[in-house]
T-cell receptor, first 114, second 113 residues
C-alpha cells in the first residue's frame, strides 16, 4: 500500500529565510502525482504546488519550489523568502495515476519567526 | 475562495444523534471527496463520488453514509454519533483530467458532546 511520510512534525524559520519541508512516499507505481497543501489557522486546505511523476523538471510556484527525487521517492518543499503568512500546517499528498484516492501525510507545522 | 461550499461551518450535537453535512462542488466538477481530520491528525479519506456514483471508499464507518445528487451536491450522513467522531470534515471537488487537483471547502467542524 502506498504511504506518505512527513518526518518533521514541526519546523521554524526566520522571516525572509528559506526552509525545506521533507516528504517521502512509498509506491511501486511509476505514474503518479504529488502535491503540497497548506492549511493555515483558518483551516482551509489550499493547494501550494503539484508535480507529475513523469516530469523531470521540478515544479515552481513563485516562492515555492519542490525537489522531486523519483528514485529516492522524496518530494521536499522549499519556501524561499519566508513570510509570516506562510505559517501553517503543510501536508504532502500522493495520488496514483488512474485512481481517485489521495493519500496525505500527517503534516508539518511551520512557524515563521519575526 | 476555492468555489467549494460546505454547510454548516460548525455543528454541535450529542452522542447518539444523527447529522447531515452538505457540500456543493465547484461549478463543472463531477467528483466529490469527503475527508475527516481529527485534532492534530492528517486527512483520512472517507469516500468519493463521481457524477452521482460511488467510486472509491476509504476508512468510512458503517454508521456513516454519503450520496451525490443529480445536481452534483453531496451529503455526508453521520449517525449514532460518538465522542470520537468529533472532527473537521472536509469536502473537496475536482475535474478529472491530466491537470486534476483537489479543491477543498472550508470544512464543517463537528463537536459531539
Amino acid at each position: 500500500a502506498q504511504t506518505v511520510t512527513q518526518s518533521q512534525p514541526e519546523m521554524s524559520v526566520q522571516e525572509a529565510e528559506t526552509v525545506t519541508l521533507s516528504c517521502t512516499y512509498d509506491t511501486s507505481e511509476s505514474d503518479y502525482y504529488l502535491f503540497w497543501y497548506k492549511q493555515p489557522p483558518s483551516r482551509q486546505m489550499i493547494l501550494v504546488i503539484r508535480q507529475e511523476a513523469y516530469k523531470q523538471q521540478n515544479a515552481t510556484e513563485n516562492r515555492f519550489s519542490v525537489n522531486f527525487q523519483k528514485a529516492a521517492k522524496s518530494f521536499s518543499l522549499k519556501i524561499s523568502d519566508s513570510q509570516l503568512g506562510d505559517a501553517a500546517m503543510y501536508f504532502c499528498a500522493y495520488r496514483r495515476s488512474g485512481t481517485y484516492k489521495y493519500i496525505f501525510g500527517t503534516g508539518t507545522r511551520l512557524k515563521v519567526l519575526a | 475562495d476555492s468555489g467549494v461550499t460546505q454547510t454548516p461551518k460548525h455543528l454541535i450535537t450529542a452522542t447518539g444523534q444523527r447529522v447531515t453535512l452538505r457540500c456543493s462542488p465547484r461549478s463543472g466538477d463531477l467528483s466529490v471527496y469527503w475527508y475527516q481530520q481529527s485534532l492534530d491528525q492528517g486527512l483520512q479519506f472517507l469516500i468519493q463520488y463521481y457524477n452521482g456514483e460511488e467510486r472509491a471508499k476509504g476508512n468510512i464507518l458503517e454508521r456513516f453514509s454519503a450520496q451525490q445528487f443529480p445536481d452534483l451536491h453531496s451529503e455526508l450522513n453521520l449517525s449514532s454519533l460518538e465522542l470520537g467522531d468529533s472532527a473537521l470534515y472536509f469536502c473537496a471537488s475536482s475535474v478529472e483530467g491530466v491537470d486534476e487537483k483537489l479543491f477543498f471547502g472550508s470544512g464543517t467542524q463537528l463537536s459531539v458532546l
